[in-house]
């Protein structure tokens, strides 16, 4: 037996008699400052989670995501060398909204429904609402959801880039993952300006990647909300990726914040208006 510098030991090649306490002291050690850091890294992950939502939420309420809204839309798309245009009356609840198509006559008193991220379309002759997908286009390169209120912060998933400016505005740079089916793309990728949380610019992209098309936003148009004006979207430019001759301009006018009863937004109601 002989005395170290770790404590006594009293055969040779056995770990010293301390050595042995101290040992699976020390695991439990390493294994609880793991699960701390571990801890510290998701709190820090849904920390970040929460304050890229609240930027998308800002976003949205530009994009028509408020208490109650009305504004009309005209769509003048061009693709494949073939003009349409169409002219609609949008009143919105936060995400849920009714569209009419006012022009042109072959399809004016057409309507589009979105309850819940549920999608109906109604027009005359037809005895019951059809139900539809946001994904489904409403003329050229315009879907049905294109015209909606966004809902980015609840239909998406958001990771943040590097930041970019575009129109020499510093932005900040979401990859957007669709929640589900229901979402109006798989995956946006989305510039918000900083200073002003306005969304400016998107590429639309398939689940596989494949980018559809691009949009560039503006926000000329203001309504007074909670005593402050609030930017409002006024143009959204598209353009196919693969076909860049294909466009469609979006123009937003007349937006006023006004109370939008739930009775315009009840699918059992909509046969009767």
Request: contains cysteine.
């Amino acid at each position: 037996m002989w005395w170290t510098r770790w404590g006594m030991s009293n055969s040779a090649g056995r770990e010293p008699y301390g050595f042995r306490k101290i040992a699976p002291r020390a695991g439990v050690l390493v294994i609880l400052a793991g699960f701390l850091l571990a801890c510290f890294a998701a709190g820090a992950a849904a920390e970040d989670q929460a304050q890229l939502k609240e930027i998308l939420g800002q976003a949205d309420r530009a994009r028509g995501n408020l208490g109650g809204v009305v504004w009309a839309v005209h769509i003048d798309s061009v693709e494949n060398g073939r003009e349409d245009l169409r002219d609609l009356k949008v009143q919105a609840k936060g995400y849920n909204f009714l569209a009419t198509i006012v022009d042109p006559a072959k399809v004016r008193g057409q309507r589009l429904l979105m309850v819940d991220r549920n999608m109906w379309f109604m027009k005359p002759g037809l005895t019951k609402p059809v139900p539809i997908s946001a994904r489904q286009k409403l003329v050229g390169g315009v879907s049905y959801g294109d015209i909606a209120s966004t809902n980015y912060a609840e239909d998406y998933v958001p990771t943040q880039l590097p930041d970019e400016r575009v129109n020499d505005q510093i932005c900040y740079v979401l990859d957007l993952k669709a929640i589900d089916q229901k979402a109006t793309y798989d995956r946006i990728k989305y510039w918000i300006v900083k200073e002003k949380l306005l969304g400016v610019k998107a590429e639309y992209y398939t689940v596989s990647g494949k980018m559809l098309k691009t949009a560039l936003f503006e926000f000329a148009n203001q309504v007074e909300l909670e005593g402050r004006q609030q930017s409002f979207i006024s143009k959204m430019s598209i353009t196919d990726a693969v076909t860049v001759t294909n466009t469609a301009v979006l123009n937003f006018r007349d937006a006023a914040l006004r109370e939008v009863p739930d009775s315009i937004l009840d699918v059992n109601l909509l046969m009767s208006r």
